[in-house]
T-cell receptor, first 110, second 117 residues
Framework: QKEVEQNSGPLSVPEGAIASLNCTYS??????FFWYRQYSGKSPELIMF????GDKEDGRFTAQLNKASQYVSLLIRDSQPSDSATYLC??????????FGTGTRLTIIP | GAVVSQHPSWVICKSGTSVKIECRSLDFQATTMFWYRQFPKQSLMLMAT?????????EQGVEKDKFLINHASLTLSTLTVTSAHPEDSSFYIC?????????????FGPGTRLTVL
């Protein structure tokens, strides 16, 4: 069974610090990985996707993928209170269907 | 801007009635759309895959006769909750893949909050 695991948190980070969110997946056939942000009462919003080993940067966000370790992470630099949300990690196996983790609740402390 | 829309954003209905939720892809065609349900403080649960021009594929444990899905066009999928009961109250969210770079990058609609009295 394909699984994606995340630490549910809550993860508390001081404003201005780096928030590090981690995700592991069970199926080596996973091809693409996604990070979504979900504010309370809202639907998920795509932040980044990554499908090659290494780092991918977009503004304050950096996604990291290590296929050998089956590990995906999201770093948020210069954390802001507006980054407080639940972050969902998802994996795809190339058939458009995503498998989601349970999400990590992040709180940025002013 | 938004790439997937949903209507209505919220609905309150009486027990035993049916409710229809629409999901539209904006400015792109989606042969596949996905329907999720999310209870408070829980993660997304995939209910079914909506396939344009063919029957939907339901996840294990989801009653296909209760949650009717129709994907009549390349931009519209509908979910009908039939004979709704209070336990069906939830946040229903659709998504559509828009393969600009990867074929499976999914964008979510804003969601529909259903309350069954």
């Amino acid at each position: 069974q394909k699984e994606v695991e995340q630490n549910s948190g809550p993860l508390s980070v001081p404003e201005g610090a780096i928030a590090s969110l981690n995700c592991t997946y069970s199926d080596r056939g996973s091809q693409s990985f996604f990070w979504y942000r979900q504010y309370s009462g809202k639907s998920p919003e795509l932040i980044m996707f990554i499908y090659s080993n290494g780092d991918k940067e977009d503004g304050r966000f950096t996604a990291q993928l290590n296929k050998a370790s089956q590990y995906v992470s999201l770093l948020i630099r210069d954390s802001q209170p507006s980054d407080s949300a639940t972050y969902l990690c998802a994996a795809s196996f190339g058939n458009e269907k995503l498998t989601f983790g349970t999400g990590t609740r992040l709180t940025i402390i002013p | 801007g938004a790439v997937v829309s949903q209507h209505p954003s919220w609905v309150i209905c009486k027990s035993g009635t049916s409710v229809k939720i629409e999901c539209r892809s904006l400015d792109f065609q989606a042969t596949t759309m996905f329907w999720y349900r999310q209870f408070p403080k829980q993660s997304l649960m995939l209910m079914a895959t909506s396939n344009e021009g063919s029957k939907a594929t339901y996840e294990q444990g989801v009653e296909k006769d209760k949650f009717l899905i129709n994907h009549a066009s390349l931009t519209l999928s509908t979910l009908t909750v039939t004979s709704a009961h209070p336990e069906d109250s939830s946040f229903y969210i659709c998504s559509a893949p828009r393969g600009e770079v990867t074929p499976d990058t999914q964008y979510f609609g804003p969601g529909t909050r259903l309350t069954v009295l």
